[in-house]
């Protein structure tokens, strides 16, 4: 079976301070997805890393997709407020015909004004 | 465009009765999904549809069945809910399977 752990779960930190969260797995991904959630509301994609090795920015968020494609790694500089809500990753796994797509259990971030 | 939207908002049923949950999205995707979200469980796939008239089973899809009812709309129906079925069910859609999703505002189904 397939899994992706993030890590943290849970993370509260001060509003300018930089944080990362994690999303590992034993098995290789095609790709790999992250999502933002806001409560009350659907997932919202921030990005998708194909590459090993490749690095996307968004602004103050930089996501890294490990060499062997079997993790992810979300690295916000200068947390605000406004990034506060529950950061999904999922991988997408493409073997002949036994696609999938797996969801992590998410990191709940909280940034305090 | 309204994106993908999902009726109802919230349902509360008896344990037994039967409901439908309603999806549409207008961006002309071709993969629509049914995903439900527990506390701690995080997003687990139900049913999907790859493309219009196919649709395939997910990680949980007991207790669950699909209709792709044409390219827009893709519905999941309970027929006998249970209250293990108490979750967020959220639709989403993508121009094709599985890339990047966008998803519902969600249904919060409550079963007694």
């Known amino acids: 079976t397939q899994l992706l752990e993030q890590s943290p779960q849970f993370l509260s930190i001060q509003e300018g301070e930089n944080l990362t969260v994690y999303c590992n797995s034993s098995s290789v991904f095609s790709s790999l997805q992250w999502y933002r959630q806001e409560p009350g509301e659907g997932p919202v994609l921030l990005v998708t890393?194909?590459?090993?090795?490749e690095v996307k920015k968004l602004k103050r968020l930089t996501f890294q997709f490990g060499d062997a494609r079997k993790d992810s790694s979300l690295h916000i500089t200068a947390a605000q407020p406004g990034d506060t809500g529950l950061y999904l990753c999922?991988?997408?796994?493409?073997?002949?015909?036994?696609?999938?797509?797996?969801f992590g259990k998410g990191t709940r971030l909280h940034i305090l004004p | 465009n309204a994106g993908v939207t999902q009726t109802p908002k919230f349902q509360v049923l008896k344990t037994g009765q039967s409901m439908t949950l309603q999806c549409a999205q207008d961006?002309?995707?071709?993969?629509m999904y049914w995903y439900r979200q527990d506390p701690g469980m995080g997003l687990r796939l139900i049913y999907y549809s790859a493309s219009e008239g196919t649709t395939d089973k997910g990680e949980v899809p007991n207790g669950y069945n699909v209709s792709r009812l044409n390219k827009r709309e893709f519905s999941l129906r309970l027929e006998s809910a249970a209250p293990s079925q108490t979750s967020v069910y959220f639709c989403?859609?993508?121009?094709?399977?599985?890339?990047?999703?966008?998803f519902g505002p969600g249904t919060r189904l409550t079963v007694l």
């Open positions: 989403a859609s993508s121009e094709d399977w599985p890339d990047e999703q966008f």
């Open positions: 999922a991988g997408v796994s493409l073997m002949n015909r036994d696609d999938k797509i797996i």
């Open positions: 961006m002309n995707h071709n993969s």
């Open positions: 890393v194909v590459t090993g090795g």
